[in-house]
């Protein structure tokens, strides 16, 4: 077994252990903003919501799709959306880029240089947290380095550079264009290399690319303008392309304090941003020196126009520097390979198992002390334990597709119970309580209807809550006294109010309802919500005669569907 196969099954290894202790340990989905992406995953997987998505406030994607597609398409093949299918993209997009640093560094510096810079970025702390993290950072950060590492084969190993606008394209539908550029930014390198006139920059080099690039993305977003109208547009151009990259949403946003992400690179790479700065000091002392490698002059670019990018843009956050920590650990293994020219490979690998080891240990035991004491230092973990401990009880009693009507909760509550449901507003909540079938309210524990009532409430019962003693975190409500399944029910599917009676609810996708009955002569009212007409196909499963009704429904009409009658109301 050769050095650099040792070396590939002890990163394999080393991200499987991290992977493994952090599903087996104390979930965090309610940190880091990591419910969103739950809900878009599930939006997908149980609304049928593939090109583009809304979390539970209707509020549309602000990311492009493709983590979204990949955990779907994993969840799907599961069954079910579990922590397993939420984070395989972001753990296997760490252990890619580490891969991809090993080989590119031993192709280009040798095997010591490729180890030390796979080892700079596998044990650093953002890659620890990146294993284990519901947001397109991870995946990001791999699209970002398979960009860069296509164009500096293309520039200066002649390769074709159709691969570097697919690996652009895969960075777009990441989190938008900002791929390309960072990915891009260290071919800037060209104007200092004698061979400049072999960088090709003729559209006769690059328009099958970008005819690529154009055809993928914007053919995507295209879609996505067909499918939700200029929500998308409003979302991701207006707010999260241009108004994140002017004015940001945070006290610290803004052209001002411009030295953030420079202090969050050196501060959350530690320890291995020190190598970094001494590498950068290295290069740019001799920046036009025959000793310097052209490899060396495009990282430094990518990693300081990277976070000059950041410095300047209106959104400043931690995690946005994580696509430029590849470059980081590459300078890196080169200076400290450079500064050790007599340490053994083999030595080195042994070195990186100790690492990794101990690296691994240290996780294991501070997520299962968590564990293990019962004391959760986190406030989101604990309610994130809340939400799963509520979504088990509620399974328990009443089965996991119960008809639950969400109004105002944490989204927690809805991932564990594996759907994606839209809420509704406090005032439709009151006309809910208001109908003849049960209906049964999700809503915050310091939510009281009756502050928001403007006339009388009918009565309404607390039937479960969590904690079940106590103050409440999260309650369910309803107009029928027990939590259970009685014959006649509502519920809400956006736009529609579903009312069911002596039937249920089975399936509900892109406005596809499909029911079985659970009584004699089942009857179902669909009723449209909104003031424009929607699409609706109604399937009853009535043995021996199934039941359709497929068109458009037009503004507050209602369709009925009847099991005893052989033609369909409306």
């Not at 099954?9 to 991200?15: D, G, N, T």
């Not at 941003?273 to 001494?278: A, G, I, M, W, Y």
């Not at 920046?287 to 990018?309: A, D, M, N």
């Not at 003849?436 to 524990?445: I, Q």
């Amino acid at each position: 077994m050769t050095d650099r196969s040792k070396a590939l099954a002890l990163i394999v290894a080393f991200v499987a252990v991290v992977f493994a202790v952090r599903l087996a340990g104390p979930p965090n989905l309610m940190d880091q903003d990591q419910e969103r992406p739950a809900a878009y995953i599930l939006d997908v997987v149980r609304n049928g919501n593939w090109i583009v998505q809304r979390d539970e406030t209707g509020d549309v994607t602000s990311k492009p799709p493709l983590y979204t597609w990949l955990a779907a398409t994993t969840a799907t093949l599961q069954g079910r959306l579990t922590g397993f299918s939420l984070y395989l993209p972001c753990a296997a997009s760490v252990a890619a880029v580490s891969i991809l640093l090993l080989l590119f560094g031993t192709r280009e510096f040798g095997f010591n240089t490729g180890l030390i810079a796979s080892a700079a970025f596998l044990l650093s702390m953002p890659a620890l947290k990146m294993v284990a993290l519901a947001r397109t950072d991870p995946l990001f950060t791999l699209t970002v380095t398979l960009t860069a590492y296509a164009a500096y084969d293309a520039w200066k190993r002649g390769r074709n550079w159709i691969w570097f606008w697919f690996a652009a394209t895969a960075a777009t539908l990441t989190k938008g264009p900002l791929g390309l550029v960072l990915g891009a930014t260290g071919l800037l390198a060209a104007f200092w290399e004698n061979d400049r006139p072999r960088f090709p920059m003729l559209l006769r080099n690059h328009w099958r690319g970008i005819l690529l690039y154009l055809g993928i993305g914007a053919g995507w977003l295209l879609l996505a303008l067909w499918a939700e109208g200029p929500d998308v547009w409003k979302k991701m151009i207006g707010k999260e392309l241009v108004g994140q990259v002017v004015e940001g949403n945070k006290p610290d946003s803004g052209a001002g304090r411009i030295y953030l992400p420079t202090f969050y690179f050196i501060t959350r790479y530690l320890p291995w941003s020190l190598p970094t700065l001494l590498a950068l000091w290295r290069i740019l002392r001799h920046w036009k020196s025959e000793s310097t490698h052209p490899l060396e002059r495009f990282l430094v670019i990518q990693l300081l126009s990277g976070i000059l990018i950041f410095s300047f843009a209106g959104h400043k956050r931690p995690d946005l520097l994580f696509p430029l920590l590849p470059a980081a650990a590459l300078l890196t293994g080169r200076d400290l390979a450079l500064r050790l020219p007599n340490l053994q490979p083999l030595r080195l690998v042994h070195w990186f198992a100790l690492a990794s080891t101990l690296t691994a240990t240290f996780a294991a035991g501070y997520y299962w002390n968590l564990v293990l004491r019962d004391k959760l230092t986190s406030e989101k973990v604990a309610d994130t334990i809340s939400m799963r401990e509520f979504a088990k009880s509620i399974t328990d009693r009443v089965g996991p597709d119960f008809p639950l009507t969400y109004v105002r909760s944490p989204y927690a509550l809805q991932y564990y119970l594996n759907t994606m449901r839209r809420r509704i507003p406090v005032e439709q909540a009151f006309e809910a309580l208001r109908l003849p079938e049960a209906v049964f309210l999700v809503l915050k524990g310091d939510t009281r209807l009756e502050d928001y009532a403007r006339t009388g409430l009918p009565q309404v019962h607390t039937v479960a809550k969590w904690p079940e003693t106590g103050e409440p975190v999260v309650k369910i409500v309803s107009n029928y006294p027990r939590l259970e399944t009685p014959a006649r029910m509502a519920t809400y599917i956006w736009p529609f109010q579903v009312r069911m009676d002596g039937a249920r609810l089975v399936d509900a996708k892109r406005g596809r309802m499909t029911f079985e009955p659970v009584a004699p002569a089942p009857t179902v009212y669909v009723t449209n919500q909104t003031s424009t007409p929607a699409s609706l196909h109604l399937r009853l499963n009535v043995p021996g005669a199934p039941m359709e009704k497929s068109g458009t429904i037009g503004p507050r009409e209602t369709w009925k569907l009847e099991g005893k009658d052989s033609a369909l109301q409306k």
